[in-house]
């Protein structure tokens, strides 16, 4: 079965963004298998702290032992369930906060995020070019969510926010 990842040139950026901005503390909502939650903990040290949320216990099962294969087990806290409503249990700020949830729930991340990032962090989203379906004249619910996020974050005056084109898009926003 085929799923998907954001792939080696999205994972050495997310770590270099994690490295360069010193994170100790990052929230994923929507992890998968972790492969994004991987470079992460590798970036973060051992002091770092990487929060993984994700729909589906059979991903994090299967997390857990690329984990435990990484040597990054122990810088993992994993929630199983709605990413939405698991932000909202979780104490204190974040430096980075990435977004891979489904897509039609993205402009609802925006107003969850913003309140669990500190001042100067990073929130990163996957997927916001969408295989170029952003462009669409009839855009499906998933494209709309995404259109509707990427307008959202341009226009936040909380955010300054640029989008890098590496593989299916990466906006990159800082809490002003």
């Given at each position: ?12 950026l ?27 903990a590798?970036a ?27 040597k990054?087990?122990?810088?993992i ?23 891979d ?29 969408w ?32 989008i890098v ?5 990466l ?6």
């Amino acid at each position: 079965r085929e799923f998907p990842i954001n792939g080696p040139l999205v994972g050495r950026l997310l770590y270099v963004l994690a490295k360069f901005g010193n994170a100790k503390r990052i929230l994923e909502l929507g992890s998968g298998y972790g492969y994004s939650a991987y470079w992460f903990a590798k970036a973060i040290g051992k002091d770092g702290k990487v929060v993984c949320t994700d729909g589906s216990e059979e991903n994090h099962m299967r997390a857990m032992e690329f984990f435990k294969r990484g040597k990054i087990a122990e810088h993992i806290e994993f929630h199983v369930g709605d990413a939405l409503k698991i932000i909202d249990g979780l104490d204190g700020e974040f430096d980075i906060i990435f977004n891979d949830i489904d897509k039609t729930q993205y402009p609802k991340a925006i107003r969850k995020v913003l309140p669990k990032l500190r001042k100067g962090g990073l929130f990163i989203t996957d997927n916001v070019l969408w295989s170029g379906k952003i462009l669409d004249k009839k855009p499906d619910a998933a494209t709309a969510g995404i259109i509707t996020f990427n307008r959202m974050v341009y226009s936040s005056k909380d955010l300054f926010s640029s989008i890098v084109p590496l593989r299916d898009g990466l906006a990159v926003c800082v809490k002003k």
